[in-house]
């Protein structure tokens, strides 16, 4: 876009004065258009938070996908779902998607994938990062297998030991 603007100052021959008015238009107008392809993206991780917590209370069901009862990651397909996004439907092909970050860098609508169970390596659940308050106060929301869909506090030594993977979708 920038270059298209300076070939236009010059096959127009227009002064100084106009060059940088026009060049600072087009900085106004693209960072208009990154505000809203945040303002966008938000909305979207706000929705699919949204739709997650409506499922807070369904009881744990393993390979269940509706508000009688959910698992993890069934939880996580119907939540996308509802902004039109399509992800795997088991915790072993979610892993595969998104890019990988630290917990300290994870941000709302980010997928946190623990290993429970006797293989300390083996991906056996997932959560979704629902609220940060900041890096101590930090909530997900989750399928658990004894308590259902809850939302709960993830810096807790019970988790932390098992997380393997945070990855971002958005």
Same mark, same amino acid.
């Given at each position: 876009? @920038? ?13 100084? +004065?106009?060059?940088? #008015? ?13 505000? #809203? ?9 706000? *929705? +699919?938070?949204? @739709?997650? *917590? ?26 996308? @779902?509802?902004?039109?996004?399509? $992800?795997?439907? &088991? &915790?072993? !092909? ?9 917990? *300290?860098?994870?941000? @709302?609508?980010?997928? +946190? ?10 991906? &056996? ?5 629902? %609220?940060?308050?900041? !890096?101590? %106060? ?11 869909? $809850? !939302? ?15 990855? *971002?979708?958005?």
């Amino acid at each position: 876009a @920038e270059d298209g603007i300076r070939a236009l100052v010059r096959s127009r021959g227009l002064g100084d +004065v106009y060059k940088r #008015q026009l060049f600072c238009l087009s900085l106004i107008l693209f960072s208009s258009c990154i505000s #809203q392809k945040k303002l966008l993206k938000q909305n979207k991780i706000s *929705r +699919v938070i949204g @739709e997650a *917590r409506t499922y807070i209370g369904t009881p744990y069901k393993w390979g269940g996908n509706d508000k009688k009862g959910i698992d993890c990651s069934g939880l996580l397909v119907k939540s996308f @779902e509802s902004v039109g996004m399509k $992800i795997p439907r &088991t &915790t072993a !092909e979610q892993i595969d998607i998104g890019k990988r970050v630290s917990l *300290r860098k994870s941000r @709302e609508g980010d997928l +946190v994938f623990f290993a429970f169970g006797k293989s300390r390596r083996k991906v &056996t659940h997932v959560g979704m990062v629902s %609220n940060i308050k900041d !890096e101590k %106060n930090i909530n997900f929301i989750h399928a658990s297998s004894s308590r259902g869909v $809850i !939302e709960t506090q993830l810096i807790k030594d019970y988790y932390l030991k098992r997380i393997r993977q945070v990855k *971002r979708i958005f």
